[in-house]
Structures are given as structure tokens and as C-alpha cells.
């Protein structure tokens, strides 16, 4: 089996490339990335891509076709993959997100891939109130990051392949350890907080609803959606990925972890205007579906993780949130570096790019 994974370098990435190195052991691995993360890496223990066949580094929306040639399935991870880094480079994403995503899926369909399998996210659902969303439910896209996932379903679900199963993992907010982690998600954030300043600062009023899953629980519905027959969800599917048990507001977020780290004091920002994305997301589908493949980590599991990794690092930085794990800031350094245009294309090739930093 040959597995193309785009968006390998990034926080979910290597995750997942362990993950399907342990589940099929002598499937060719190929990685496709342009590295703007290259270099962030919170591991001791060496470059993820090592566990892969090949590293190809490029643009997806310059991904050339013959890539596809002989590749049984593909993992779409690449993205401009935050609601700041939308906001801030909307053009890019929706390039990079929408136009190059749909391409890929219609170019993996003429090379007969077998699993097509899309990174979607439950952002898609923004400000819902009155009870968890399910599939068929009405989308409140808020941003331009959300909007481009609502794109991308749209036209896979219009596209009709005939002998691929396309598979659109609405995935809840990541959290966890990876060996490029992001300190730009919610638990991740908190738990940072508490280690490097005894302090978990909510931003908003807390109330916002939150669904959760950790990045090793994603690695196994990707797993499940590379394998899943067509009696399993149909040609073209859509599903939430989580677990009920992990809708929670981010103020229960922020109390869990302060819990989990003695000593911690949680403030939030009463005055803060209300944050406008709070959903809480039905899982059901997806435990009907693929009960074999049920999210196993729970919170603290998923926070002793965290600070196992990062004690394994020494991390101690206060100024985390303007760091090298905050994703726009790493971007934004690059085109202050003038490594990167606007449009989020590199002009300096990725391995240079090393050299000169
Ligand atoms: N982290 C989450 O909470 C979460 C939740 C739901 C869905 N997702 C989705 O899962 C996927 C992976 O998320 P992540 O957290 O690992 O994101 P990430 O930002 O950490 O990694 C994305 C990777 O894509 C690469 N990339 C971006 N633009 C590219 C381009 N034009 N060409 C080639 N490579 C490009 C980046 O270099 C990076 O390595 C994304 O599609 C994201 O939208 C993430």
C-alpha cells in the first residue's frame, strides 16, 4: 500500500505518520509539505520524516500529478490551518484550502486512489446554540478558515466519484503532545500556562463550548477512514470525530488542567466580548460507524502527555504565545525574513531557507 500524506509537518503530522507506520509496517510513506514548520520541532528524539519512504517538499497547489501514480490513498493535512492565519491571509487560504484541496481530490480520483481523506474540522459548525450538531445540521461558518473547509465538503460531495471512498473527518479541536507541537490550541495553551507561569489566562469568559480530541485519537479515525468500506459511511462521507464526553467550556477546560497541575491560578477575562465560536458537537455518527476506532485518551491522560513532553524539553518560556509553537507568528516571521510572499509561496526553497536561519 502506498499512502500520500500532504501537510506532513505540521502539529498533526508526525502524529499520524507513527501511527501509520505501526498499523501497516511495510506500506510505502510519502510526505508532501513546504515546510513552513520545518524547523519547530518539540522532540528530542530527531526529525518525524524519518519514519517516512520519501520527504517531498512543495506546494499543494502546485502538486504535481504524477505523485498520485501508484498511491492507494491520500491524507490531506496540508492547510493555512487556524482562524488567525485565515484571518490574516485569507487570499492564501482559500488557495491553499479550497482550490488546492478540490484539485487534489479531482486528481487523485483520475489516478484511482482508493481513500481520499480530508482533514475537515467541527469549526464548521461557528456559534450554534440549542443542543450538539450533527452532520446534516445546518453549517455557521464564521471565518474565512471555517468557510474553506464548508467549501471543500461541498465539492466532494458533489464530485460523485465512482471507486474512490472520500472521507471528510469533521475532527474537533486538537490537543496533545506531537513532536511539533502548537501551543495555539486551547488545552495545549493552558497547560503551557501552568508550567511556565503558574497562570492560565482565559481570554474569553469561559463559556464558549469547546469539543476536544487528542491528536493520537485523530490518527486513528484517519487509519479508520484510509480502511473503511463504502457499506461504512457511503462513497462520499462527512462525520464528526470526537467523543461526547469531550464537549466542554473552556472554562472546565482551564479548571481540569489547573487541577492536574497544582498551584495554578486560572483568571478569566470577565469583561471579554463573547466569543463568537461555541458549538458542542453529536459524535454519534461516528460511534456508530467506527466503534473500533473510538477516541480512548481522556484529559488527563492528554495533559500528563503534555507535560511529560515538555519537561522532556525543558520548556519554561512565559512569552509562549509570541513563540516559535504559536503558528502565525512563525509565518509572519518568514515574510519578515522575505522567505515567503503574500500569497504564502516560498521564495527561498524550504532546505536554504534552513541554512540561512
Ligand atoms: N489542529 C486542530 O485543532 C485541527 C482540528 C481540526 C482539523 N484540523 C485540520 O487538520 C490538518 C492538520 O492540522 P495541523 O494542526 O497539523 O496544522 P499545521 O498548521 O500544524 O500543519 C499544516 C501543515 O501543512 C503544511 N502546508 C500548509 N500550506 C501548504 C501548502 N500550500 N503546500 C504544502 N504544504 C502546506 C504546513 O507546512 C504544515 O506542515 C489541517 O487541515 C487542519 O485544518 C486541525
Redesign the pocket.
Same mark, same amino acid.
Given at each position: 500500500m502506498q499512502i500520500l500524506i500532504? =501537510?506532513? @509537518? =505540521?502539529? /498533526? =503530522?508526525p502524529v499520524v505518520v507513527r501511527h501509520l507506520r505501526r498499523r501497516w509496517p511495510d506500506a510505502k510513506l510519502i510526505g508532501?509539505?513546504?515546510?513552513?514548520? +520545518?524547523d519547530c520541532l518539540t522532540s528530542a528524539e530527531g526529525l518525524p520524516e524519518t519514519l517516512l519512504d520519501t520527504q517531498l517538499f512543495?506546494? /499543494?497547489?502546485d502538486?504535481p500529478p504524477a505523485l498520485l501514480d501508484g498511491v492507494d490513498a491520500v491524507v490531506?493535512? &496540508? +492547510?493555512?490551518? %487556524?482562524d488567525p @492565519?485565515g484571518s490574516r491571509y485569507e487570499a &492564501?487560504t482559500n488557495?491553499? %484550502?479550497a482550490r +488546492?484541496s478540490i484539485r487534489l481530490a479531482a486528481l487523485a480520483h483520475q489516478a484511482g486512489v482508493r481513500a481520499f481523506v480530508f +482533514? $475537515? $474540522? !467541527?469549526?464548521i459548525y461557528g456559534f450554534a446554540e440549542g443542543g450538539p450538531r450533527r452532520e446534516g445540521d445546518t453549517l455557521n461558518p464564521l471565518t474565512a478558515?471555517a468557510r474553506s473547509?464548508v467549501a471543500v465538503e461541498e465539492s466532494l460531495h458533489a464530485m460523485q466519484p465512482q471507486a474512490m471512498t472520500v472521507t471528510c473527518?469533521?475532527? &474537533?479541536?486538537? !490537543?496533545g503532545m $506531537?513532536p *511539533?507541537l *502548537?501551543l495555539d490550541?486551547v488545552l495545549n495553551d493552558f497547560v503551557a500556562g501552568a508550567l511556565a507561569s503558574q497562570e492560565i489566562s482565559v481570554l474569553s469568559d469561559g463559556s464558549p463550548w469547546r469539543p476536544l480530541?487528542e /491528536?493520537r485519537d @485523530?490518527a486513528r479515525a484517519i487509519e479508520w477512514a484510509i480502511a473503511r468500506d463504502v457499506e461504512h459511511g457511503g462513497r462520499v462521507l462527512s462525520v464528526n470525530v470526537g467523543s461526547d464526553a469531550w464537549n466542554l467550556q473552556v472554562r472546565d477546560i482551564a479548571q481540569a488542567v489547573a487541577r492536574a497541575v497544582p498551584g495554578t491560578r486560572v483568571s478569566v477575562n470577565s469583561a471579554a466580548p463573547p466569543d463568537r465560536r461555541s458549538y458542542r458537537v453529536d459524535f454519534g455518527l461516528y460511534r456508530d460507524l467506527a466503534p473500533q476506532h473510538q477516541p480512548r485518551i481522556g484529559l488527563a491522560e492528554a495533559v500528563q502527555a503534555l507535560r511529560d513532553g515538555l519537561g522532556a524539553i525543558d520548556f519554561a518560556d512565559p512569552g509562549y504565545r509570541t513563540g516559535r509553537c504559536i503558528?502565525l507568528t512563525v509565518l509572519d516571521q518568514l515574510r519578515d525574513r522575505a522567505a515567503l510572499g503574500s500569497d504564502? *509561496?516560498r521564495l527561498v526553497p524550504a532546505a536554504e531557507e534552513r541554512v540561512a536561519a
Open positions: 500532504t =501537510g506532513n @509537518m =505540521g502539529y /498533526v =503530522g508532501y509539505d513546504t515546510g513552513y514548520f +520545518a512543495g506546494d /499543494v497547489r502538486l490531506h493535512l &496540508a +492547510a493555512i490551518s %487556524n @492565519m &492564501a488557495e491553499i %484550502n +488546492a +482533514a $475537515s $474540522s !467541527c469549526s478558515y473547509k473527518l469533521r475532527f &474537533a479541536t486538537a !490537543c $506531537s *511539533r *502548537r490550541l480530541i /491528536v @485523530m503558528r504564502l *509561496r
